[in-house]
């Protein structure tokens, strides 16, 4: 398969160096860009259980569970909101 790059799929001059810029800023070769551009519109195009399927699987594969990811939620709430109680109280 071959490598697809702006100008190959059609974009105008100005269009092409505008993605490039975008591609270098983000860390990406034009190749990679484009191909996660296609990815995130495939994946707007399915349900929100396919969006939510990598996450799933990293959350899986990371060792903790939902009790602990619920509690470390909970806890930073907490942290938050007494932050947010002594800063109106100066």
Do not use: N, W
Not at 6 to 16: E, M, N
Not at 41 to 63: Q, T, Y
Not at 67 to 84: E, K, N, P, Y
Request: zero cysteines; aromatic letters at 4%; hydrophobic letters at 40%.
């Amino acid at each position: 398969m071959s490598s697809a790059s702006f100008p190959d799929i059609g974009l105008k001059p100005t269009q092409a160096r505008a993605a490039a810029r975008r591609a270098e800023r983000e860390g990406k070769t034009p190749a990679e860009y484009l191909r996660s551009l296609v990815e995130r519109d495939l994946l707007a195009g399915g349900s929100f259980d396919e969006v939510l399927k990598p996450m799933r699987a990293a959350f899986a594969k990371g060792g903790i569970t939902e009790d602990q990811l619920d509690r470390a939620v909970a806890m930073a709430r907490r942290d938050i909101h007494a932050g947010s109680r002594r800063r109106g109280k100066k």
